[in-house]
């Protein structure tokens, strides 16, 4: 079983930052598919940011221009630069990887997941 650990959230003010990290023992993110989803208490989880296999990034329509997703794949490692954080984007955000199907938003595609970790953005 893969376990895919989060970190970097927190509280913030409103235009700040916040950088998230996921890691993941003994697992290569180099050849799957890898995302950051968030979920709001009492909805379904929606998909931020991903990198496809063949290194293509694409963002939800409410980050693009403020949230940048990267991934290092010596160590392994993903990113999620997050800026100008408004309060709607408060959230758990988890990462994924391993998708399986087309559907790159769609979160139960995703095989792996972590924990989450809880962003809180005041204003």
């Known amino acids: 079983q893969v376990r895919l650990v989060e970190s970097g959230g927190g509280s913030v003010q409103e235009g700040g930052s916040l950088r998230l990290s996921c890691t993941a023992a003994?697992?290569?993110?180099?050849?799957?598919?890898v995302a950051w989803f968030r979920r709001v208490r009492g909805k379904e989880r929606e998909g931020v940011a991903l990198?496809?296999?063949?290194?293509?990034?694409d963002y939800a329509d409410s980050v693009k221009g403020r949230f940048t997703m990267s991934k290092d794949n010596a160590k392994p490692i993903l990113y999620l630069q997050m800026n100008s954080l408004k309060p709607e984007d408060s959230a758990v955000y988890y990462c994924?990887?391993?998708?399986?199907?087309?559907?790159?938003?769609?979160?139960?595609?995703?095989?792996?997941w972590g924990l989450g970790t809880q962003v809180t953005v005041s204003s």
């Open positions: 994924a990887a391993f998708r399986r199907g087309v559907d790159r938003w769609n979160w139960t595609a995703y095989r792996y």
């Open positions: 003994e697992y290569s993110f180099s050849r799957v598919n």
């Open positions: 990198i496809d296999t063949d290194g293509t990034t």
